[in-house]
C-alpha cells in the first residue's frame, strides 16, 4: 500500500491511498491540478479577530485494476508417432491352382493354351441347349482337349465360362440330374467321387454326327 499525504498553506490535509505507484502519482497530478485557490492561501482573520482555520480532509482510496489471469498455455499436441510395431503374418502354402481375373480358378490339368482354343471350338460347334446338355458336352471336351478323367463340379465352373456359358444355379444337382437312369447322359467315375464321364448315349444326344 502507497500512502501520499499533502499539507496544504492553510493547515488541510489531502491524503491519498493506492497498491499502485502508478495510479496514484495520475490521481494526485488531477488532484493538485483541480483545487481551489482559495485552499491554496494562507488563513485570513475573521471579524472577531481570529484566524480563520479551514480544514478539509479528503481521502481518496484508489483500488488497484483487477488483474486478469490468462491460463497457462496449452502444451503443443505432438503428431501421433507411427505404430512401428511388426506383426507376421502366416502365409498358407501355395496350391497347384492359378487365378485369373476373368475365368476364376483354373485347375492345374487346364492350363494348356492350345487345349482350352481347341475345347472352347468345340463347345461353340455343339451348340448344345440346356443345362445338362452343356454339362454334357464339357465333360467330353475336357475329356478330348485336356486328357482329364471325367469333371467334377468344381471344374465345371470353369469349363462354362471357358465356353461363354451361362453357369447353372448348382452344378452339383446338375451332374446328378443328367446321371440319372431317367436320362444316363452321365455315368460315375468309379472309385473317383463325384467326378462324372459322358455316356454315349449323352454324345448321341449332345454331339452332331459328322
Excluded at 21 to 28: C, D, P
Excluded at 193 to 205: E, Q
Amino acid at each position: 500500500m502507497v500512502k501520499v499525504s499533502i499539507s496544504l498553506p492553510n493547515n488541510a490535509l489531502i491524503t491519498f491511498e493506492s497498491e499502485e505507484s502508478e495510479v496514484l502519482r495520475e490521481i494526485v497530478g488531477m488532484a493538485l491540478r483541480d483545487l481551489p485557490r482559495d485552499l491554496m492561501q494562507p488563513g485570513t482573520p475573521d471579524a472577531t479577530g481570529g484566524a480563520m482555520e479551514k480544514s478539509t480532509s479528503v481521502t481518496d482510496v484508489v483500488r488497484p485494476a483487477a488483474t486478469i489471469t490468462e491460463p497457462p498455455p496449452s502444451p503443443i499436441s505432438q503428431p501421433a508417432k507411427p505404430n512401428t510395431q511388426s506383426v507376421t503374418v502366416a502365409v498358407p502354402p501355395i496350391t497347384a491352382r492359378v487365378e485369373t481375373n476373368d475365368t476364376g480358378s483354373i485347375p492345374p490339368e487346364f492350363l494348356s493354351t492350345n487345349g482350352r482354343a481347341a475345347f472352347e471350338a468345340f463347345c461353340q460347334e455343339a451348340n448344345p441347349l440346356g443345362d445338362m446338355r452343356r454339362v454334357v458336352v464339357a465333360a467330353e471336351g475336357a475329356s478330348r482337349h485336356f486328357g482329364v478323367d471325367g469333371v467334377n463340379a468344381d471344374e465345371l465352373g470353369w469349363l462354362f465360362d471357358s465356353a461363354g456359358w451361362r453357369r447353372p444355379g448348382n452344378f452339383t444337382q446338375t451332374l446328378r440330374n443328367a446321371a440319372r437312369s431317367k436320362f444316363g447322359w452321365l455315368e460315375r467315375i468309379p472309385g473317383r467321387s463325384g467326378r462324372y464321364a459322358a455316356t454315349p448315349l449323352g454324345l448321341s444326344k449332345t454331339i452332331p454326327r459328322t
